[in-house]
């Protein structure tokens, strides 16, 4: 069945440091993909999402990119910022009727 | 868009009760989700409506649950006999162009006791 694995957490980072979170997925066929954040008391948000093979999706300065050949869709930002403290989480869907997310990775902005 | 609603935000319940949580999504949107997220974990699917129409379940979704969305609008997800095991947060998303990503609501976070 379809599932995503996303690296464990948490990451500590200090401010202006480059994150990257993995998320590798398994799907049957072509799947849309979504990163997910949760800010501390607040429900999920979309951040970004892409929908095709090599589609980059990008949002608030973070980045992912769609990579069929390596099934993954590593979230990126090239500095980071304390409001950025939050849990991040991958998912994917195949037709709507069902999204299936990853464990979620913390995150932790020091200043 | 007064975004996905759900109430109530909190509910402790004794075990052996019953319980109903209520989501209203964003007016437009004709797909509603109920998913349970516990500490530390992702969301996990509970079922799927297009409109009225009940679409998809999940095996997790034991015979002690069920939802409905009566008119396509807003849905309810009612817990019998609850379980200390049924401790969660209960999310609601809607959406319209799924490949646009799902909305959520704030939550109901259940407390069996």
């Known amino acids: 069945g379809d599932s995503v694995t996303q690296m464990e957490g948490p990451v500590t980072l200090s401010e202006e440091a480059f994150l990257t979170i993995n998320c590798t997925y398994t799907?049957?066929?072509?799947?849309?993909l979504f990163w997910y954040v949760q800010y501390p008391g607040e429900g999920l948000q979309l951040l970004l999402k892409?929908?095709?093979?090599?589609d980059k999706g990008s949002n608030k300065g973070f980045e992912a990119t769609y990579r069929k050949e390596t099934t993954s869709f590593h979230l990126e930002k090239g500095s980071v910022q304390v409001s950025d403290s939050a849990v991040y989480f991958c998912?994917?869907?195949?037709?709507?009727?069902?999204?299936?997310f990853g464990t979620g990775t913390s995150l932790t902005v020091i200043p | 868009d007064t975004g996905v609603s759900q109430n109530p935000r909190h509910k402790i319940t004794k075990r052996g009760q019953n319980v109903t949580f209520r989501c209203d999504p964003i007016s437009e949107h004709n797909r509603l989700y109920w998913y349970r997220q516990t500490l530390g974990q992702g969301p996990e699917f509970l079922t799927y409506?297009?409109?009225?129409?009940?679409?998809?379940k999940s095996r997790l979704l034991s015979d002690r649950f069920s939802a409905e969305r009566p008119k396509g609008s807003f849905s309810t997800l009612e817990i019998q006999r609850t379980e200390q095991g049924d401790s969660a947060m209960y999310l609601c998303?809607?959406?319209?162009?799924?490949?646009?990503?799902?909305?959520f609501g704030q939550g109901t976070r259940l407390t069996v006791v």
């Open positions: 892409a929908t095709k093979a090599d």
């Open positions: 998912a994917l869907s195949e037709t709507g009727n069902q999204f299936y």
């Open positions: 998303a809607s959406s319209l162009v799924w490949a646009k990503g799902l909305f």
């Open positions: 409506f297009q409109n009225e129409a009940q679409l998809e």
């Open positions: 799907a049957t066929g072509y799947p849309s």
